[in-house]
Nanobody
């Protein structure tokens, strides 16, 4: 069954770091770009970071640029999101995403990140 499974969220203090993981079983991992999104209560889901098929290109929302790093491990079919210098504004449910060539979006179940001040 094609799915994305996230892990690594939790409750941390401002200034702390977390690393989120997403294991993909959607098709062939090396064929697709991968992305992380997040959704805070009352807000729309927003793009956080993306990584290209080759891993050579990454893209970040302005709000996380310089603090978050997206990476991927082809041997483990896993995409990571390293989050440093977390602030309460980063509190959200974080989702892993892949869009196949047919245009279908796959989403994980989400992992909660809560940053206390």
């Amino acid at each position: 069954q094609a799915q994305l499974v996230e892990s690594g969220g939790g409750l941390v203090q401002a200034g702390d770091s977390l690393r989120l993981s997403c294991i993909s079983s959607v098709g062939t991992f090396s064929n697709y770009a991968m992305a992380w999104f997040r959704q805070a209560p009352g807000n729309e889901r927003e793009h956080v970071a993306s990584i290209s098929v080759s891993g050579a290109n990454t893209y970040y929302a302005d709000s996380v640029k310089g603090r978050f790093t997206i990476s991927r491990d082809y041997a483990k079919n896993t995409v990571y999101l390293r989050m440093n210098s977390l602030t309460p504004e980063d509190t959200a449910v974080y989702y892993c995403n892949v869009r196949t060539y047919s245009g279908r979006d796959y989403w994980g179940q989400g992992t909660q990140v809560t940053v206390s001040s």
